[in-house]
């Protein structure tokens, strides 16, 4: 169900009466794209040169690890800064000293991305969203990617440094390491009563741009 993104279509107080609708087989399926982050181990060094990430060959299937709304590169326990460098299919981007750098999908870019600053992408679309959290340094809009592209993340602290997939999986970095994330190639289904417009009219509504005085919106301004 949700509050407000792109995974919402029921609200809790109408959940029960309408559920056995999408067991009928009537609903529609839809595919929503996913990414795909692994860890690349580096030499357990924070350089004070920028690391050279020399390829951006993808990832194996079944490497790392699967998510549907982000991946995101972040300080620790600690309430310190990190410094992460960011290359895009090779090429180097930034150096961002933030609290953390996220890479999102379109469906990802209702959660945490919005709450940043992020823009929103259509749910259907395959693009995939780099956005700085809080950065000191380097570039605070976000960049808005082809599917194809290949993100790396590099540690470049000497201090705790997370990897947080999905909000759900934990992994410590260290120095030297690089976070791969590129889109995944499983899809996320969901099944739908309702075409894949409705999605704009639940947005604007629970965001409160949608006119009148909803009791559903999400955020009250």
């Known amino acids: 169900m949700g509050r407000l993104g792109f995974m919402t279509e029921l609200e809790a107080n109408d959940a029960l009466d309408k559920v056995p609708v999408y067991m009928e087989g009537t609903s529609r399926v839809e595919e929503r794209c996913m990414l795909q982050a692994a860890v690349l181990p580096g030499n357990g060094q924070a350089g004070h040169e920028r ?119 934990d992994r410590e970095l260290a120095p030297g390491d690089t976070v791969r994330i590129q889109r995944s190639s499983h899809k996320a289904l969901f099944l739908r009563a309702h075409p894949y417009t409705e999605f704009y009219a639940t947005l604007t509504r629970r965001l409160g741009f949608g006119g009148g005085q909803s009791t559903i919106r999400a955020i009250q301004y």
């Open 51 to 169: 690391p050279q990430v020399v390829s951006s060959e993808t990832l194996p299937d079944s490497g790392g690890y699967h998510a549907l709304n982000d991946a995101v590169v972040g300080r620790g326990a600690m309430s310190r800064v990190v410094n992460i460098g960011a290359y895009i299919d090779g090429a180097y981007l930034t150096d961002f000293r933030a609290d953390a750098v996220m890479v999102s999908t379109a469906t990802g870019s209702t959660g945490y991305n919005l709450s940043v600053g992020g823009p929103i992408v259509a749910p259907q679309a395959g693009e995939i969203i780099l956005k700085a959290v809080a950065p000191h340094v380097g570039m605070a809009p976000a960049l808005v990617l082809p599917s194809s592209s290949v993100v790396d993340l590099t540690v470049e602290t000497d201090h705790q440094v997370m990897l947080s997939v999905a909000g759900h999986l």
